[in-house]
């Protein structure tokens, strides 16, 4: 197995932070990188008292702290030759928006903002994960899950909703998605209408609802068995000219809108 990345998707409650923090103790010569902290989000209590007004400054934080924290796993891959795992992506963040938006939380202007900024990070065309596992758990499970412990409250409706988005977003590509065959048909058509798929070099899907049948060798393994792939191709596109001054102008800490092209 060479150097890789590893990214986990999946709804809320599907056991992201578990997985990730597994593998990185399960691999060696592996760091975890965790998601941006809702604590840390200095728009995450307003979005509370009034999200129609603030839905948009949260979720834009958001994003752009995945592209730091992405970046940073990038960097770390090179200075210290170890493989990375995430319990998230840049190419995640759109679900939540998309949610916000068809929940009247953010206006078709405000949407449209937010997906300037989508596509200006997108067009930095990121070396992509080696591995992205999408962790599949009935939206019920989810629910009980963190039940209690997310603010607003959330409902099994909204929940449904995500876990239909996650799958237009990594369950299109027929030729590195690999599912279980109980799966097989929530696969979204590559020319359905929704979110464009997540690029990836291989993408896994697993069961996570009922914990009791998990065997975490399993992820492990998966990770172990990942096809090694040209590391310094791969790398090329993040260090290419103008990349490091474009990702700094986008991680400026303003929530100025990216003008629309």
Wanted: proline share 8%.
């Amino acid at each position: 197995m060479g150097i890789q990345m590893v990214t986990i998707e999946g709804n809320i409650g599907s056991g992201k932070t578990t997985v990730g923090r597994h593998i990185a103790k399960y691999m060696p010569d592996t760091k975890f990188f965790p998601a941006p902290g809702r604590s840390k989000n200095p728009h995450w209590n307003a979005f509370h008292e009034d999200p129609k007004g603030n839905a948009l400054k949260m979720q834009s934080w958001f994003l752009r702290e995945r592209l730091r924290v992405y970046v940073e796993a990038l960097k770390h891959m090179e200075k210290k030759s170890e493989s990375v795992v995430l319990d998230f992506s840049v190419w995640s963040d759109e679900i939540f928006a998309t949610a916000h938006f068809e929940h009247g939380y953010m206006t078709s202007a405000e949407y449209k903002e937010y997906q300037a900024l989508t596509q200006a990070i997108f067009a930095l065309r990121l070396p992509p994960p080696h591995l992205t596992i999408v962790l599949y758990a009935a939206p019920a499970v989810c629910l009980a899950r963190v039940n209690g412990l997310e603010r607003p409250a959330l409902d099994e409706r909204y929940l449904d909703r995500l876990d239909e988005l996650h799958r237009q977003r990594y369950l299109r590509d027929v030729d590195t998605v690999f599912t279980p065959r109980w799966m097989a048909a929530q696969r979204i058509s590559p020319d359905a209408p929704g979110l464009a798929p997540a690029p990836s070099l291989l993408t896994l899907v697993r069961d996570w609802s009922d914990l009791s049948k998990v065997k975490p060798t399993a992820i492990g393994d998966a990770v172990m068995c990942t096809d090694p792939v040209d590391y310094s191709a791969w790398y090329a596109p993040f260090k290419a000219e103008g990349v490091a001054s474009r990702i700094a102008a986008l991680l400026q800490a303003s929530a100025e809108p990216v003008p629309l092209a």
